[in-house]
């Protein structure tokens, strides 16, 4: 992830450690991708065993570990540093 903003400088990083809180929005997006897979495998697959559920879920958690990590951090600096979005500036 870049240190500074390209359009404003502005530094993402406001302390050591800031980033810390993000794994905790990491964490639910995950919760919510293992629930929502859950879900659409027992309803699709008539409750399969119970490698059914862990080798696909497994597999999509991974597969969406990068867009995890930026979104939980781009959702973290939003809450919690003041900064908005504004596109026209």
């Known amino acids: 992830m870049e240190e500074h903003c390209s359009a404003c400088g502005m ?3 406001i302390e050591p450690g ?3 809180g993000a794994m ?3 964490y639910a997006f995950t919760v919510g991708i293992m629930l929502v897979g859950g879900i659409i495998i027992f309803n699709l697959f008539n409750d399969p065993d119970a490698m ?3 080798i696909p879920i497994t597999t999509v958690s991974l597969i969406l570990v ?3 990590y930026r979104v939980s951090r781009v959702i973290f ?3 919690f540093s003041g900064a908005k979005y ?3 500036k």
Do not use: D, T
Request: charged fraction near 15%.
């Open 11 to 13: 530094r993402y990083e």
């Open 18 to 20: 800031f980033f810390y």
């Open 24 to 26: 905790y929005v990491s």
């Open 52 to 54: 059914g559920y862990v």
């Open 66 to 68: 990068p867009f995890n």
């Open 77 to 79: 600096i939003h809450l």
């Open 86 to 88: 504004r596109p026209n």
